[in-house]
């Protein structure tokens, strides 16, 4: 399973204790995270294994939206801040409209990604 992770500067802290409190699950052999750059750096330094990619406002979003498009990706996990403005806001209505075009499971807030990973926990126990 590869799970997508990215987060605004003003939620990559969010980020790191949303996952920190799924860590066992998310330590599992078969989960594979892949982050936008400095996102990855931050849930990497957490402990946690993780691709990193270009960071958002260099085209991390852009590479994001091309493995959903390609079928890569299981789920998108994106923490985004609605008070703040974005240099690279086309590459973020991108992806999300990219993960509408192909089915793919996008939650943008904690609470939205509490409930996926509460659900993918049961069913992988099951
Ligand atoms: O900008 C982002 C999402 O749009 C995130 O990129 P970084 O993880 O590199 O900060």
Redesign the pocket.
Known sequence: MKIAL????GKKADMVHFLSGFKDELLKEDIHLV??????SHIARAGFEVQKLL???LG??AQIAAMAAEKELDLVIFFRDPLDK?P?EP??QMLMRICDVHNIPLATNPAAADMFFKYLTLLRKK
């Not at 990215?6 to 500067?9: K, M, N, P």
């Open positions: 990215i987060a605004h500067d982050a936008t750059g400095t996102t990855g960071s958002g406002p991390g979003d974005h690279h590459d973020v």
